[in-house]
């Protein structure tokens, strides 16, 4: 049942204090109750509610003001509730007509609205509060230029100053069409965030790790003092030939999968150690002629070999802080359990 009273019927001067007590005009609270539409917000309310049955519901004022104060100041249920209680300015706020020791309403009251409201009545709250405030937004923007204008030029007349006031708007306007819009996607999450990198498997990471390791001898050799020397051998190739015959199967075995994988480990192996014998030249202190990125990716490595190595020792799939990019190798996959995303 629908029993509504006009917001507007309460004055500032009208409100029951405790003694002793003057309620501010100039309070937020104040000037944001004379802000707001209260009788086009009601009304939104009201088509959620039957208007001749049921007991009598909550006033409309009180709803929509606990709910405005619960999205301004962000805090809970029970605690917006408090807020009013302790608060005369809150209570004006919302409709009452004095100052009360005791809550307007339990707690509750603002889950069973949220569930009666719906996102509809949001958008037509959200509407009307725009219509009501843009306009008093704008006459204030007209009524600083004018005040600007004749600060600076005190024999300009007033069209003259409203003139310039529409031009100024005009470019702020133009300027704000012109600032980039957002676009895309935000995804928040407590416990996992998304990350762009190839789905990991234990033979694509060493046959990477692998060829990064090639890169890098590569580089050292090109740059060598020993340059003469011959470089040392990596059996590329027939690593190359070897991890593509196995990913080129539409589902390998165990027991392919495993040679594959303890044989990507010793090619790894062996250019691991000829990198090492290779800085050997350079002392401590002393640069290392390797491009940052790609140094950086060879700290990684013998981490990675050391993991990789382990969980094939142990026949596991598992190890702490496993490494799943050697680009990113902060990244750490978390299991979820989702259909079709059992890691993410």
Known sequence: MIRYVSQKQ?????????????????????KLRD??????????????????????????????????????????????????????????????KGFQ?????????????????????????????????????TKKSFKASDDDNDGNDVSNSGDTGSNDAGTAMEADQSLADELPRNHGKLILDATVAEQAIRYPTDLGLLNEARELSERIIDELHAKSNRAQKKKPRTYREIARKAYLSLVKLRRPSSR?????????????QRNLKHIEEMLTEYPHGTPIPIPNGLLRRYWVLPHLYQQQYKMYKTNTRRCDDRIVSISQPYIRPIIRGKPGKTVE
């Open 10 to 30: 309460l004055p500032l001067e009208g409100f029951d204090t405790p003694p002793g007590m003057i309620l501010d005009p100039t309070n937020r609270w104040v």
């Open 35 to 96: 802000c707001i539409p209260w009788d086009e917000l009601s009304e939104s309310y009201y088509k959620t509610l039957c208007s001749n049955l049921g007991r009598p519901a909550k006033d409309a004022g009180i709803v929509i003001g606990a709910v405005i104060i619960k999205h301004k100041l962000s805090v809970s249920d029970e605690e917006t509730v408090e807020q009013i209680r302790e608060n005369p300015y809150l209570q004006y706020f919302i409709g009452l």
């Open 101 to 137: 020791a005791q809550a307007p309403f339990a707690s509750s009251l603002l889950v069973e609205i949220r569930k009666r409201m719906g996102q509809t009545v949001f958008d037509e709250f959200h509407e009307a509060i725009i219509e009501t405030v843009e306009p008093r937004r």
């Open 256 to 268: 392919k999968r495993r040679a594959g994988i303890r044989q990507q480990l010793q090619f790894l």
